[in-house]
C-alpha cells in the first residue's frame, strides 16, 4: 500500500499503517547516512524552506542535512533574524518566503497550531517541526524509527517518560505514534509537570498511568525517554535543580530498576547532571546519538513523501549509488 500526504502537521491523525510506511520509506535513506559520499539527485532543482521561529540546533541542522543529502537547496530563516521582530505578521512572512516559489515549508514556531494556520495559507507541503506544546512530529518518528531498530519491533512496548511532560511536544508525539501499536505508558515527573489529565491524551484505549515516583516508573520500562529539563523551570515554586536531581534524575541505581535491556532515549540537548548522568547517557542501552543519525534519515523520507511521493517504483536510495559515489566511479573507469 503506497500513502500520500499533502503535509506532515501532527502524528495524531495519521493510521498506525501510515506511520509504518513513513517509517518504512526512511529505513534506506538509512543506508545513505553510512557512505562515504551521501547525495542523491531525487529532490534536484527543488527548494525546502527552512523557518525556524524559535531557535533550534538539531532539528534545523537535520533537516539542512536532508534537504542537502537529496539534491535540494534550503532557504534558511532564524528567529533571531526573524521579521517578525519587526512587526510583521506570522502569515506576511510565510507568504513572503512562499513569493520565492520554494518547494517545501518546514517551520517550528513556539505557538501552538502555527504550522496548521500556515498549512492553510500554502499550496505547497508544510512540515511541522515543532509547535508549542502540541507536537514534535519528526521527533516522534525518529524516536519510534530507533525504536524498531534496537528491540526489533514497536508492539505493546512498557514505555516511560521522565520529565516536564505537562510542557513536552515530544512526549505528545511519542504517545500519539507508540500508543497506536498498543504501548503503554507510564509518565513520571514532579506533579505540576505531570498533571492527571495527561492520562487521556493517547489514542483511544492506550494505558496512560501519571506516577511521582522515579521507581515505580522504571518498573519493567522497555523503553525510557527522558526529557531534557528547561533550567527556567526550576524558578517554579516548590522546585529547585537540587530537588529534581535528587528525585527524578536517571542515574546508574535507577537504572537496576529498569529491565536489563531497556532502551534509553533523549531528544537532546542534554542537561549532563540533571535529568541524566554522564554514565547513563553515554552507556551501552542509550540510543542517543542514534537518534540524531536517524532523524537525518526520517527527515529525507518525509521531504520525499511530500515533494515527490512514493511512485510504487525503486525507492530513491535502492536505485543506484549516491549521485557523487556514482560519479566518482565512473571517472575511476575511463
Known sequence: MTYRF??????????RDELTFILDQAKPFQEIQKHPLKKLATLRGKTVVLAF???????????????SRLGADTMNLQAEASSLKKGE???????????MKPDCFVMRHSSSGAADFIARHLEIPVVNAGDGTHEHPSQGLLDA??????????????VTILGDIAHSRVARSNIHLLGKFGCKFTLCGPAMWVPRELEKIGPPGTPIRCVYRVEEALEDADVIIVLRVQTERFDEPSLSKSDYILLYQLNQERMRLAKKDALILHPGPINRGTEITPEVADGPQSAV????????????????????????GPHPALEGKPQSAAKESANASD
Open 89 to 99: 505578521t506570522l502569515l506576511d512572512t510565510a507568504n513572503n518566503l512562499n513569493a
Open 289 to 312: 546519538l542514534e537518534q540524531v543519525t536517524n532523524g537525518v534519515s526520517v527527515r529525507m523520507a518525509i521531504l520525499y513523501l511530500l515533494m515527490i511521493g512514493a511512485t510504487g
Open 145 to 158: 524509527l530507533t525504536i524498531r531498530d534496537r528491540i526489533g519491533s514497536l508492539a505493546n512496548l512498557n
Open 6 to 15: 499533502r503535509d506532515l502537521l501532527a502524528l495524531e491523525p495519521l493510521s
Open 53 to 67: 521561529f524559535e531557535n533550534s540546533t538539531r532539528t534545523r541542522l537535520s533537516f539542512g542535512t536532508a534537504a
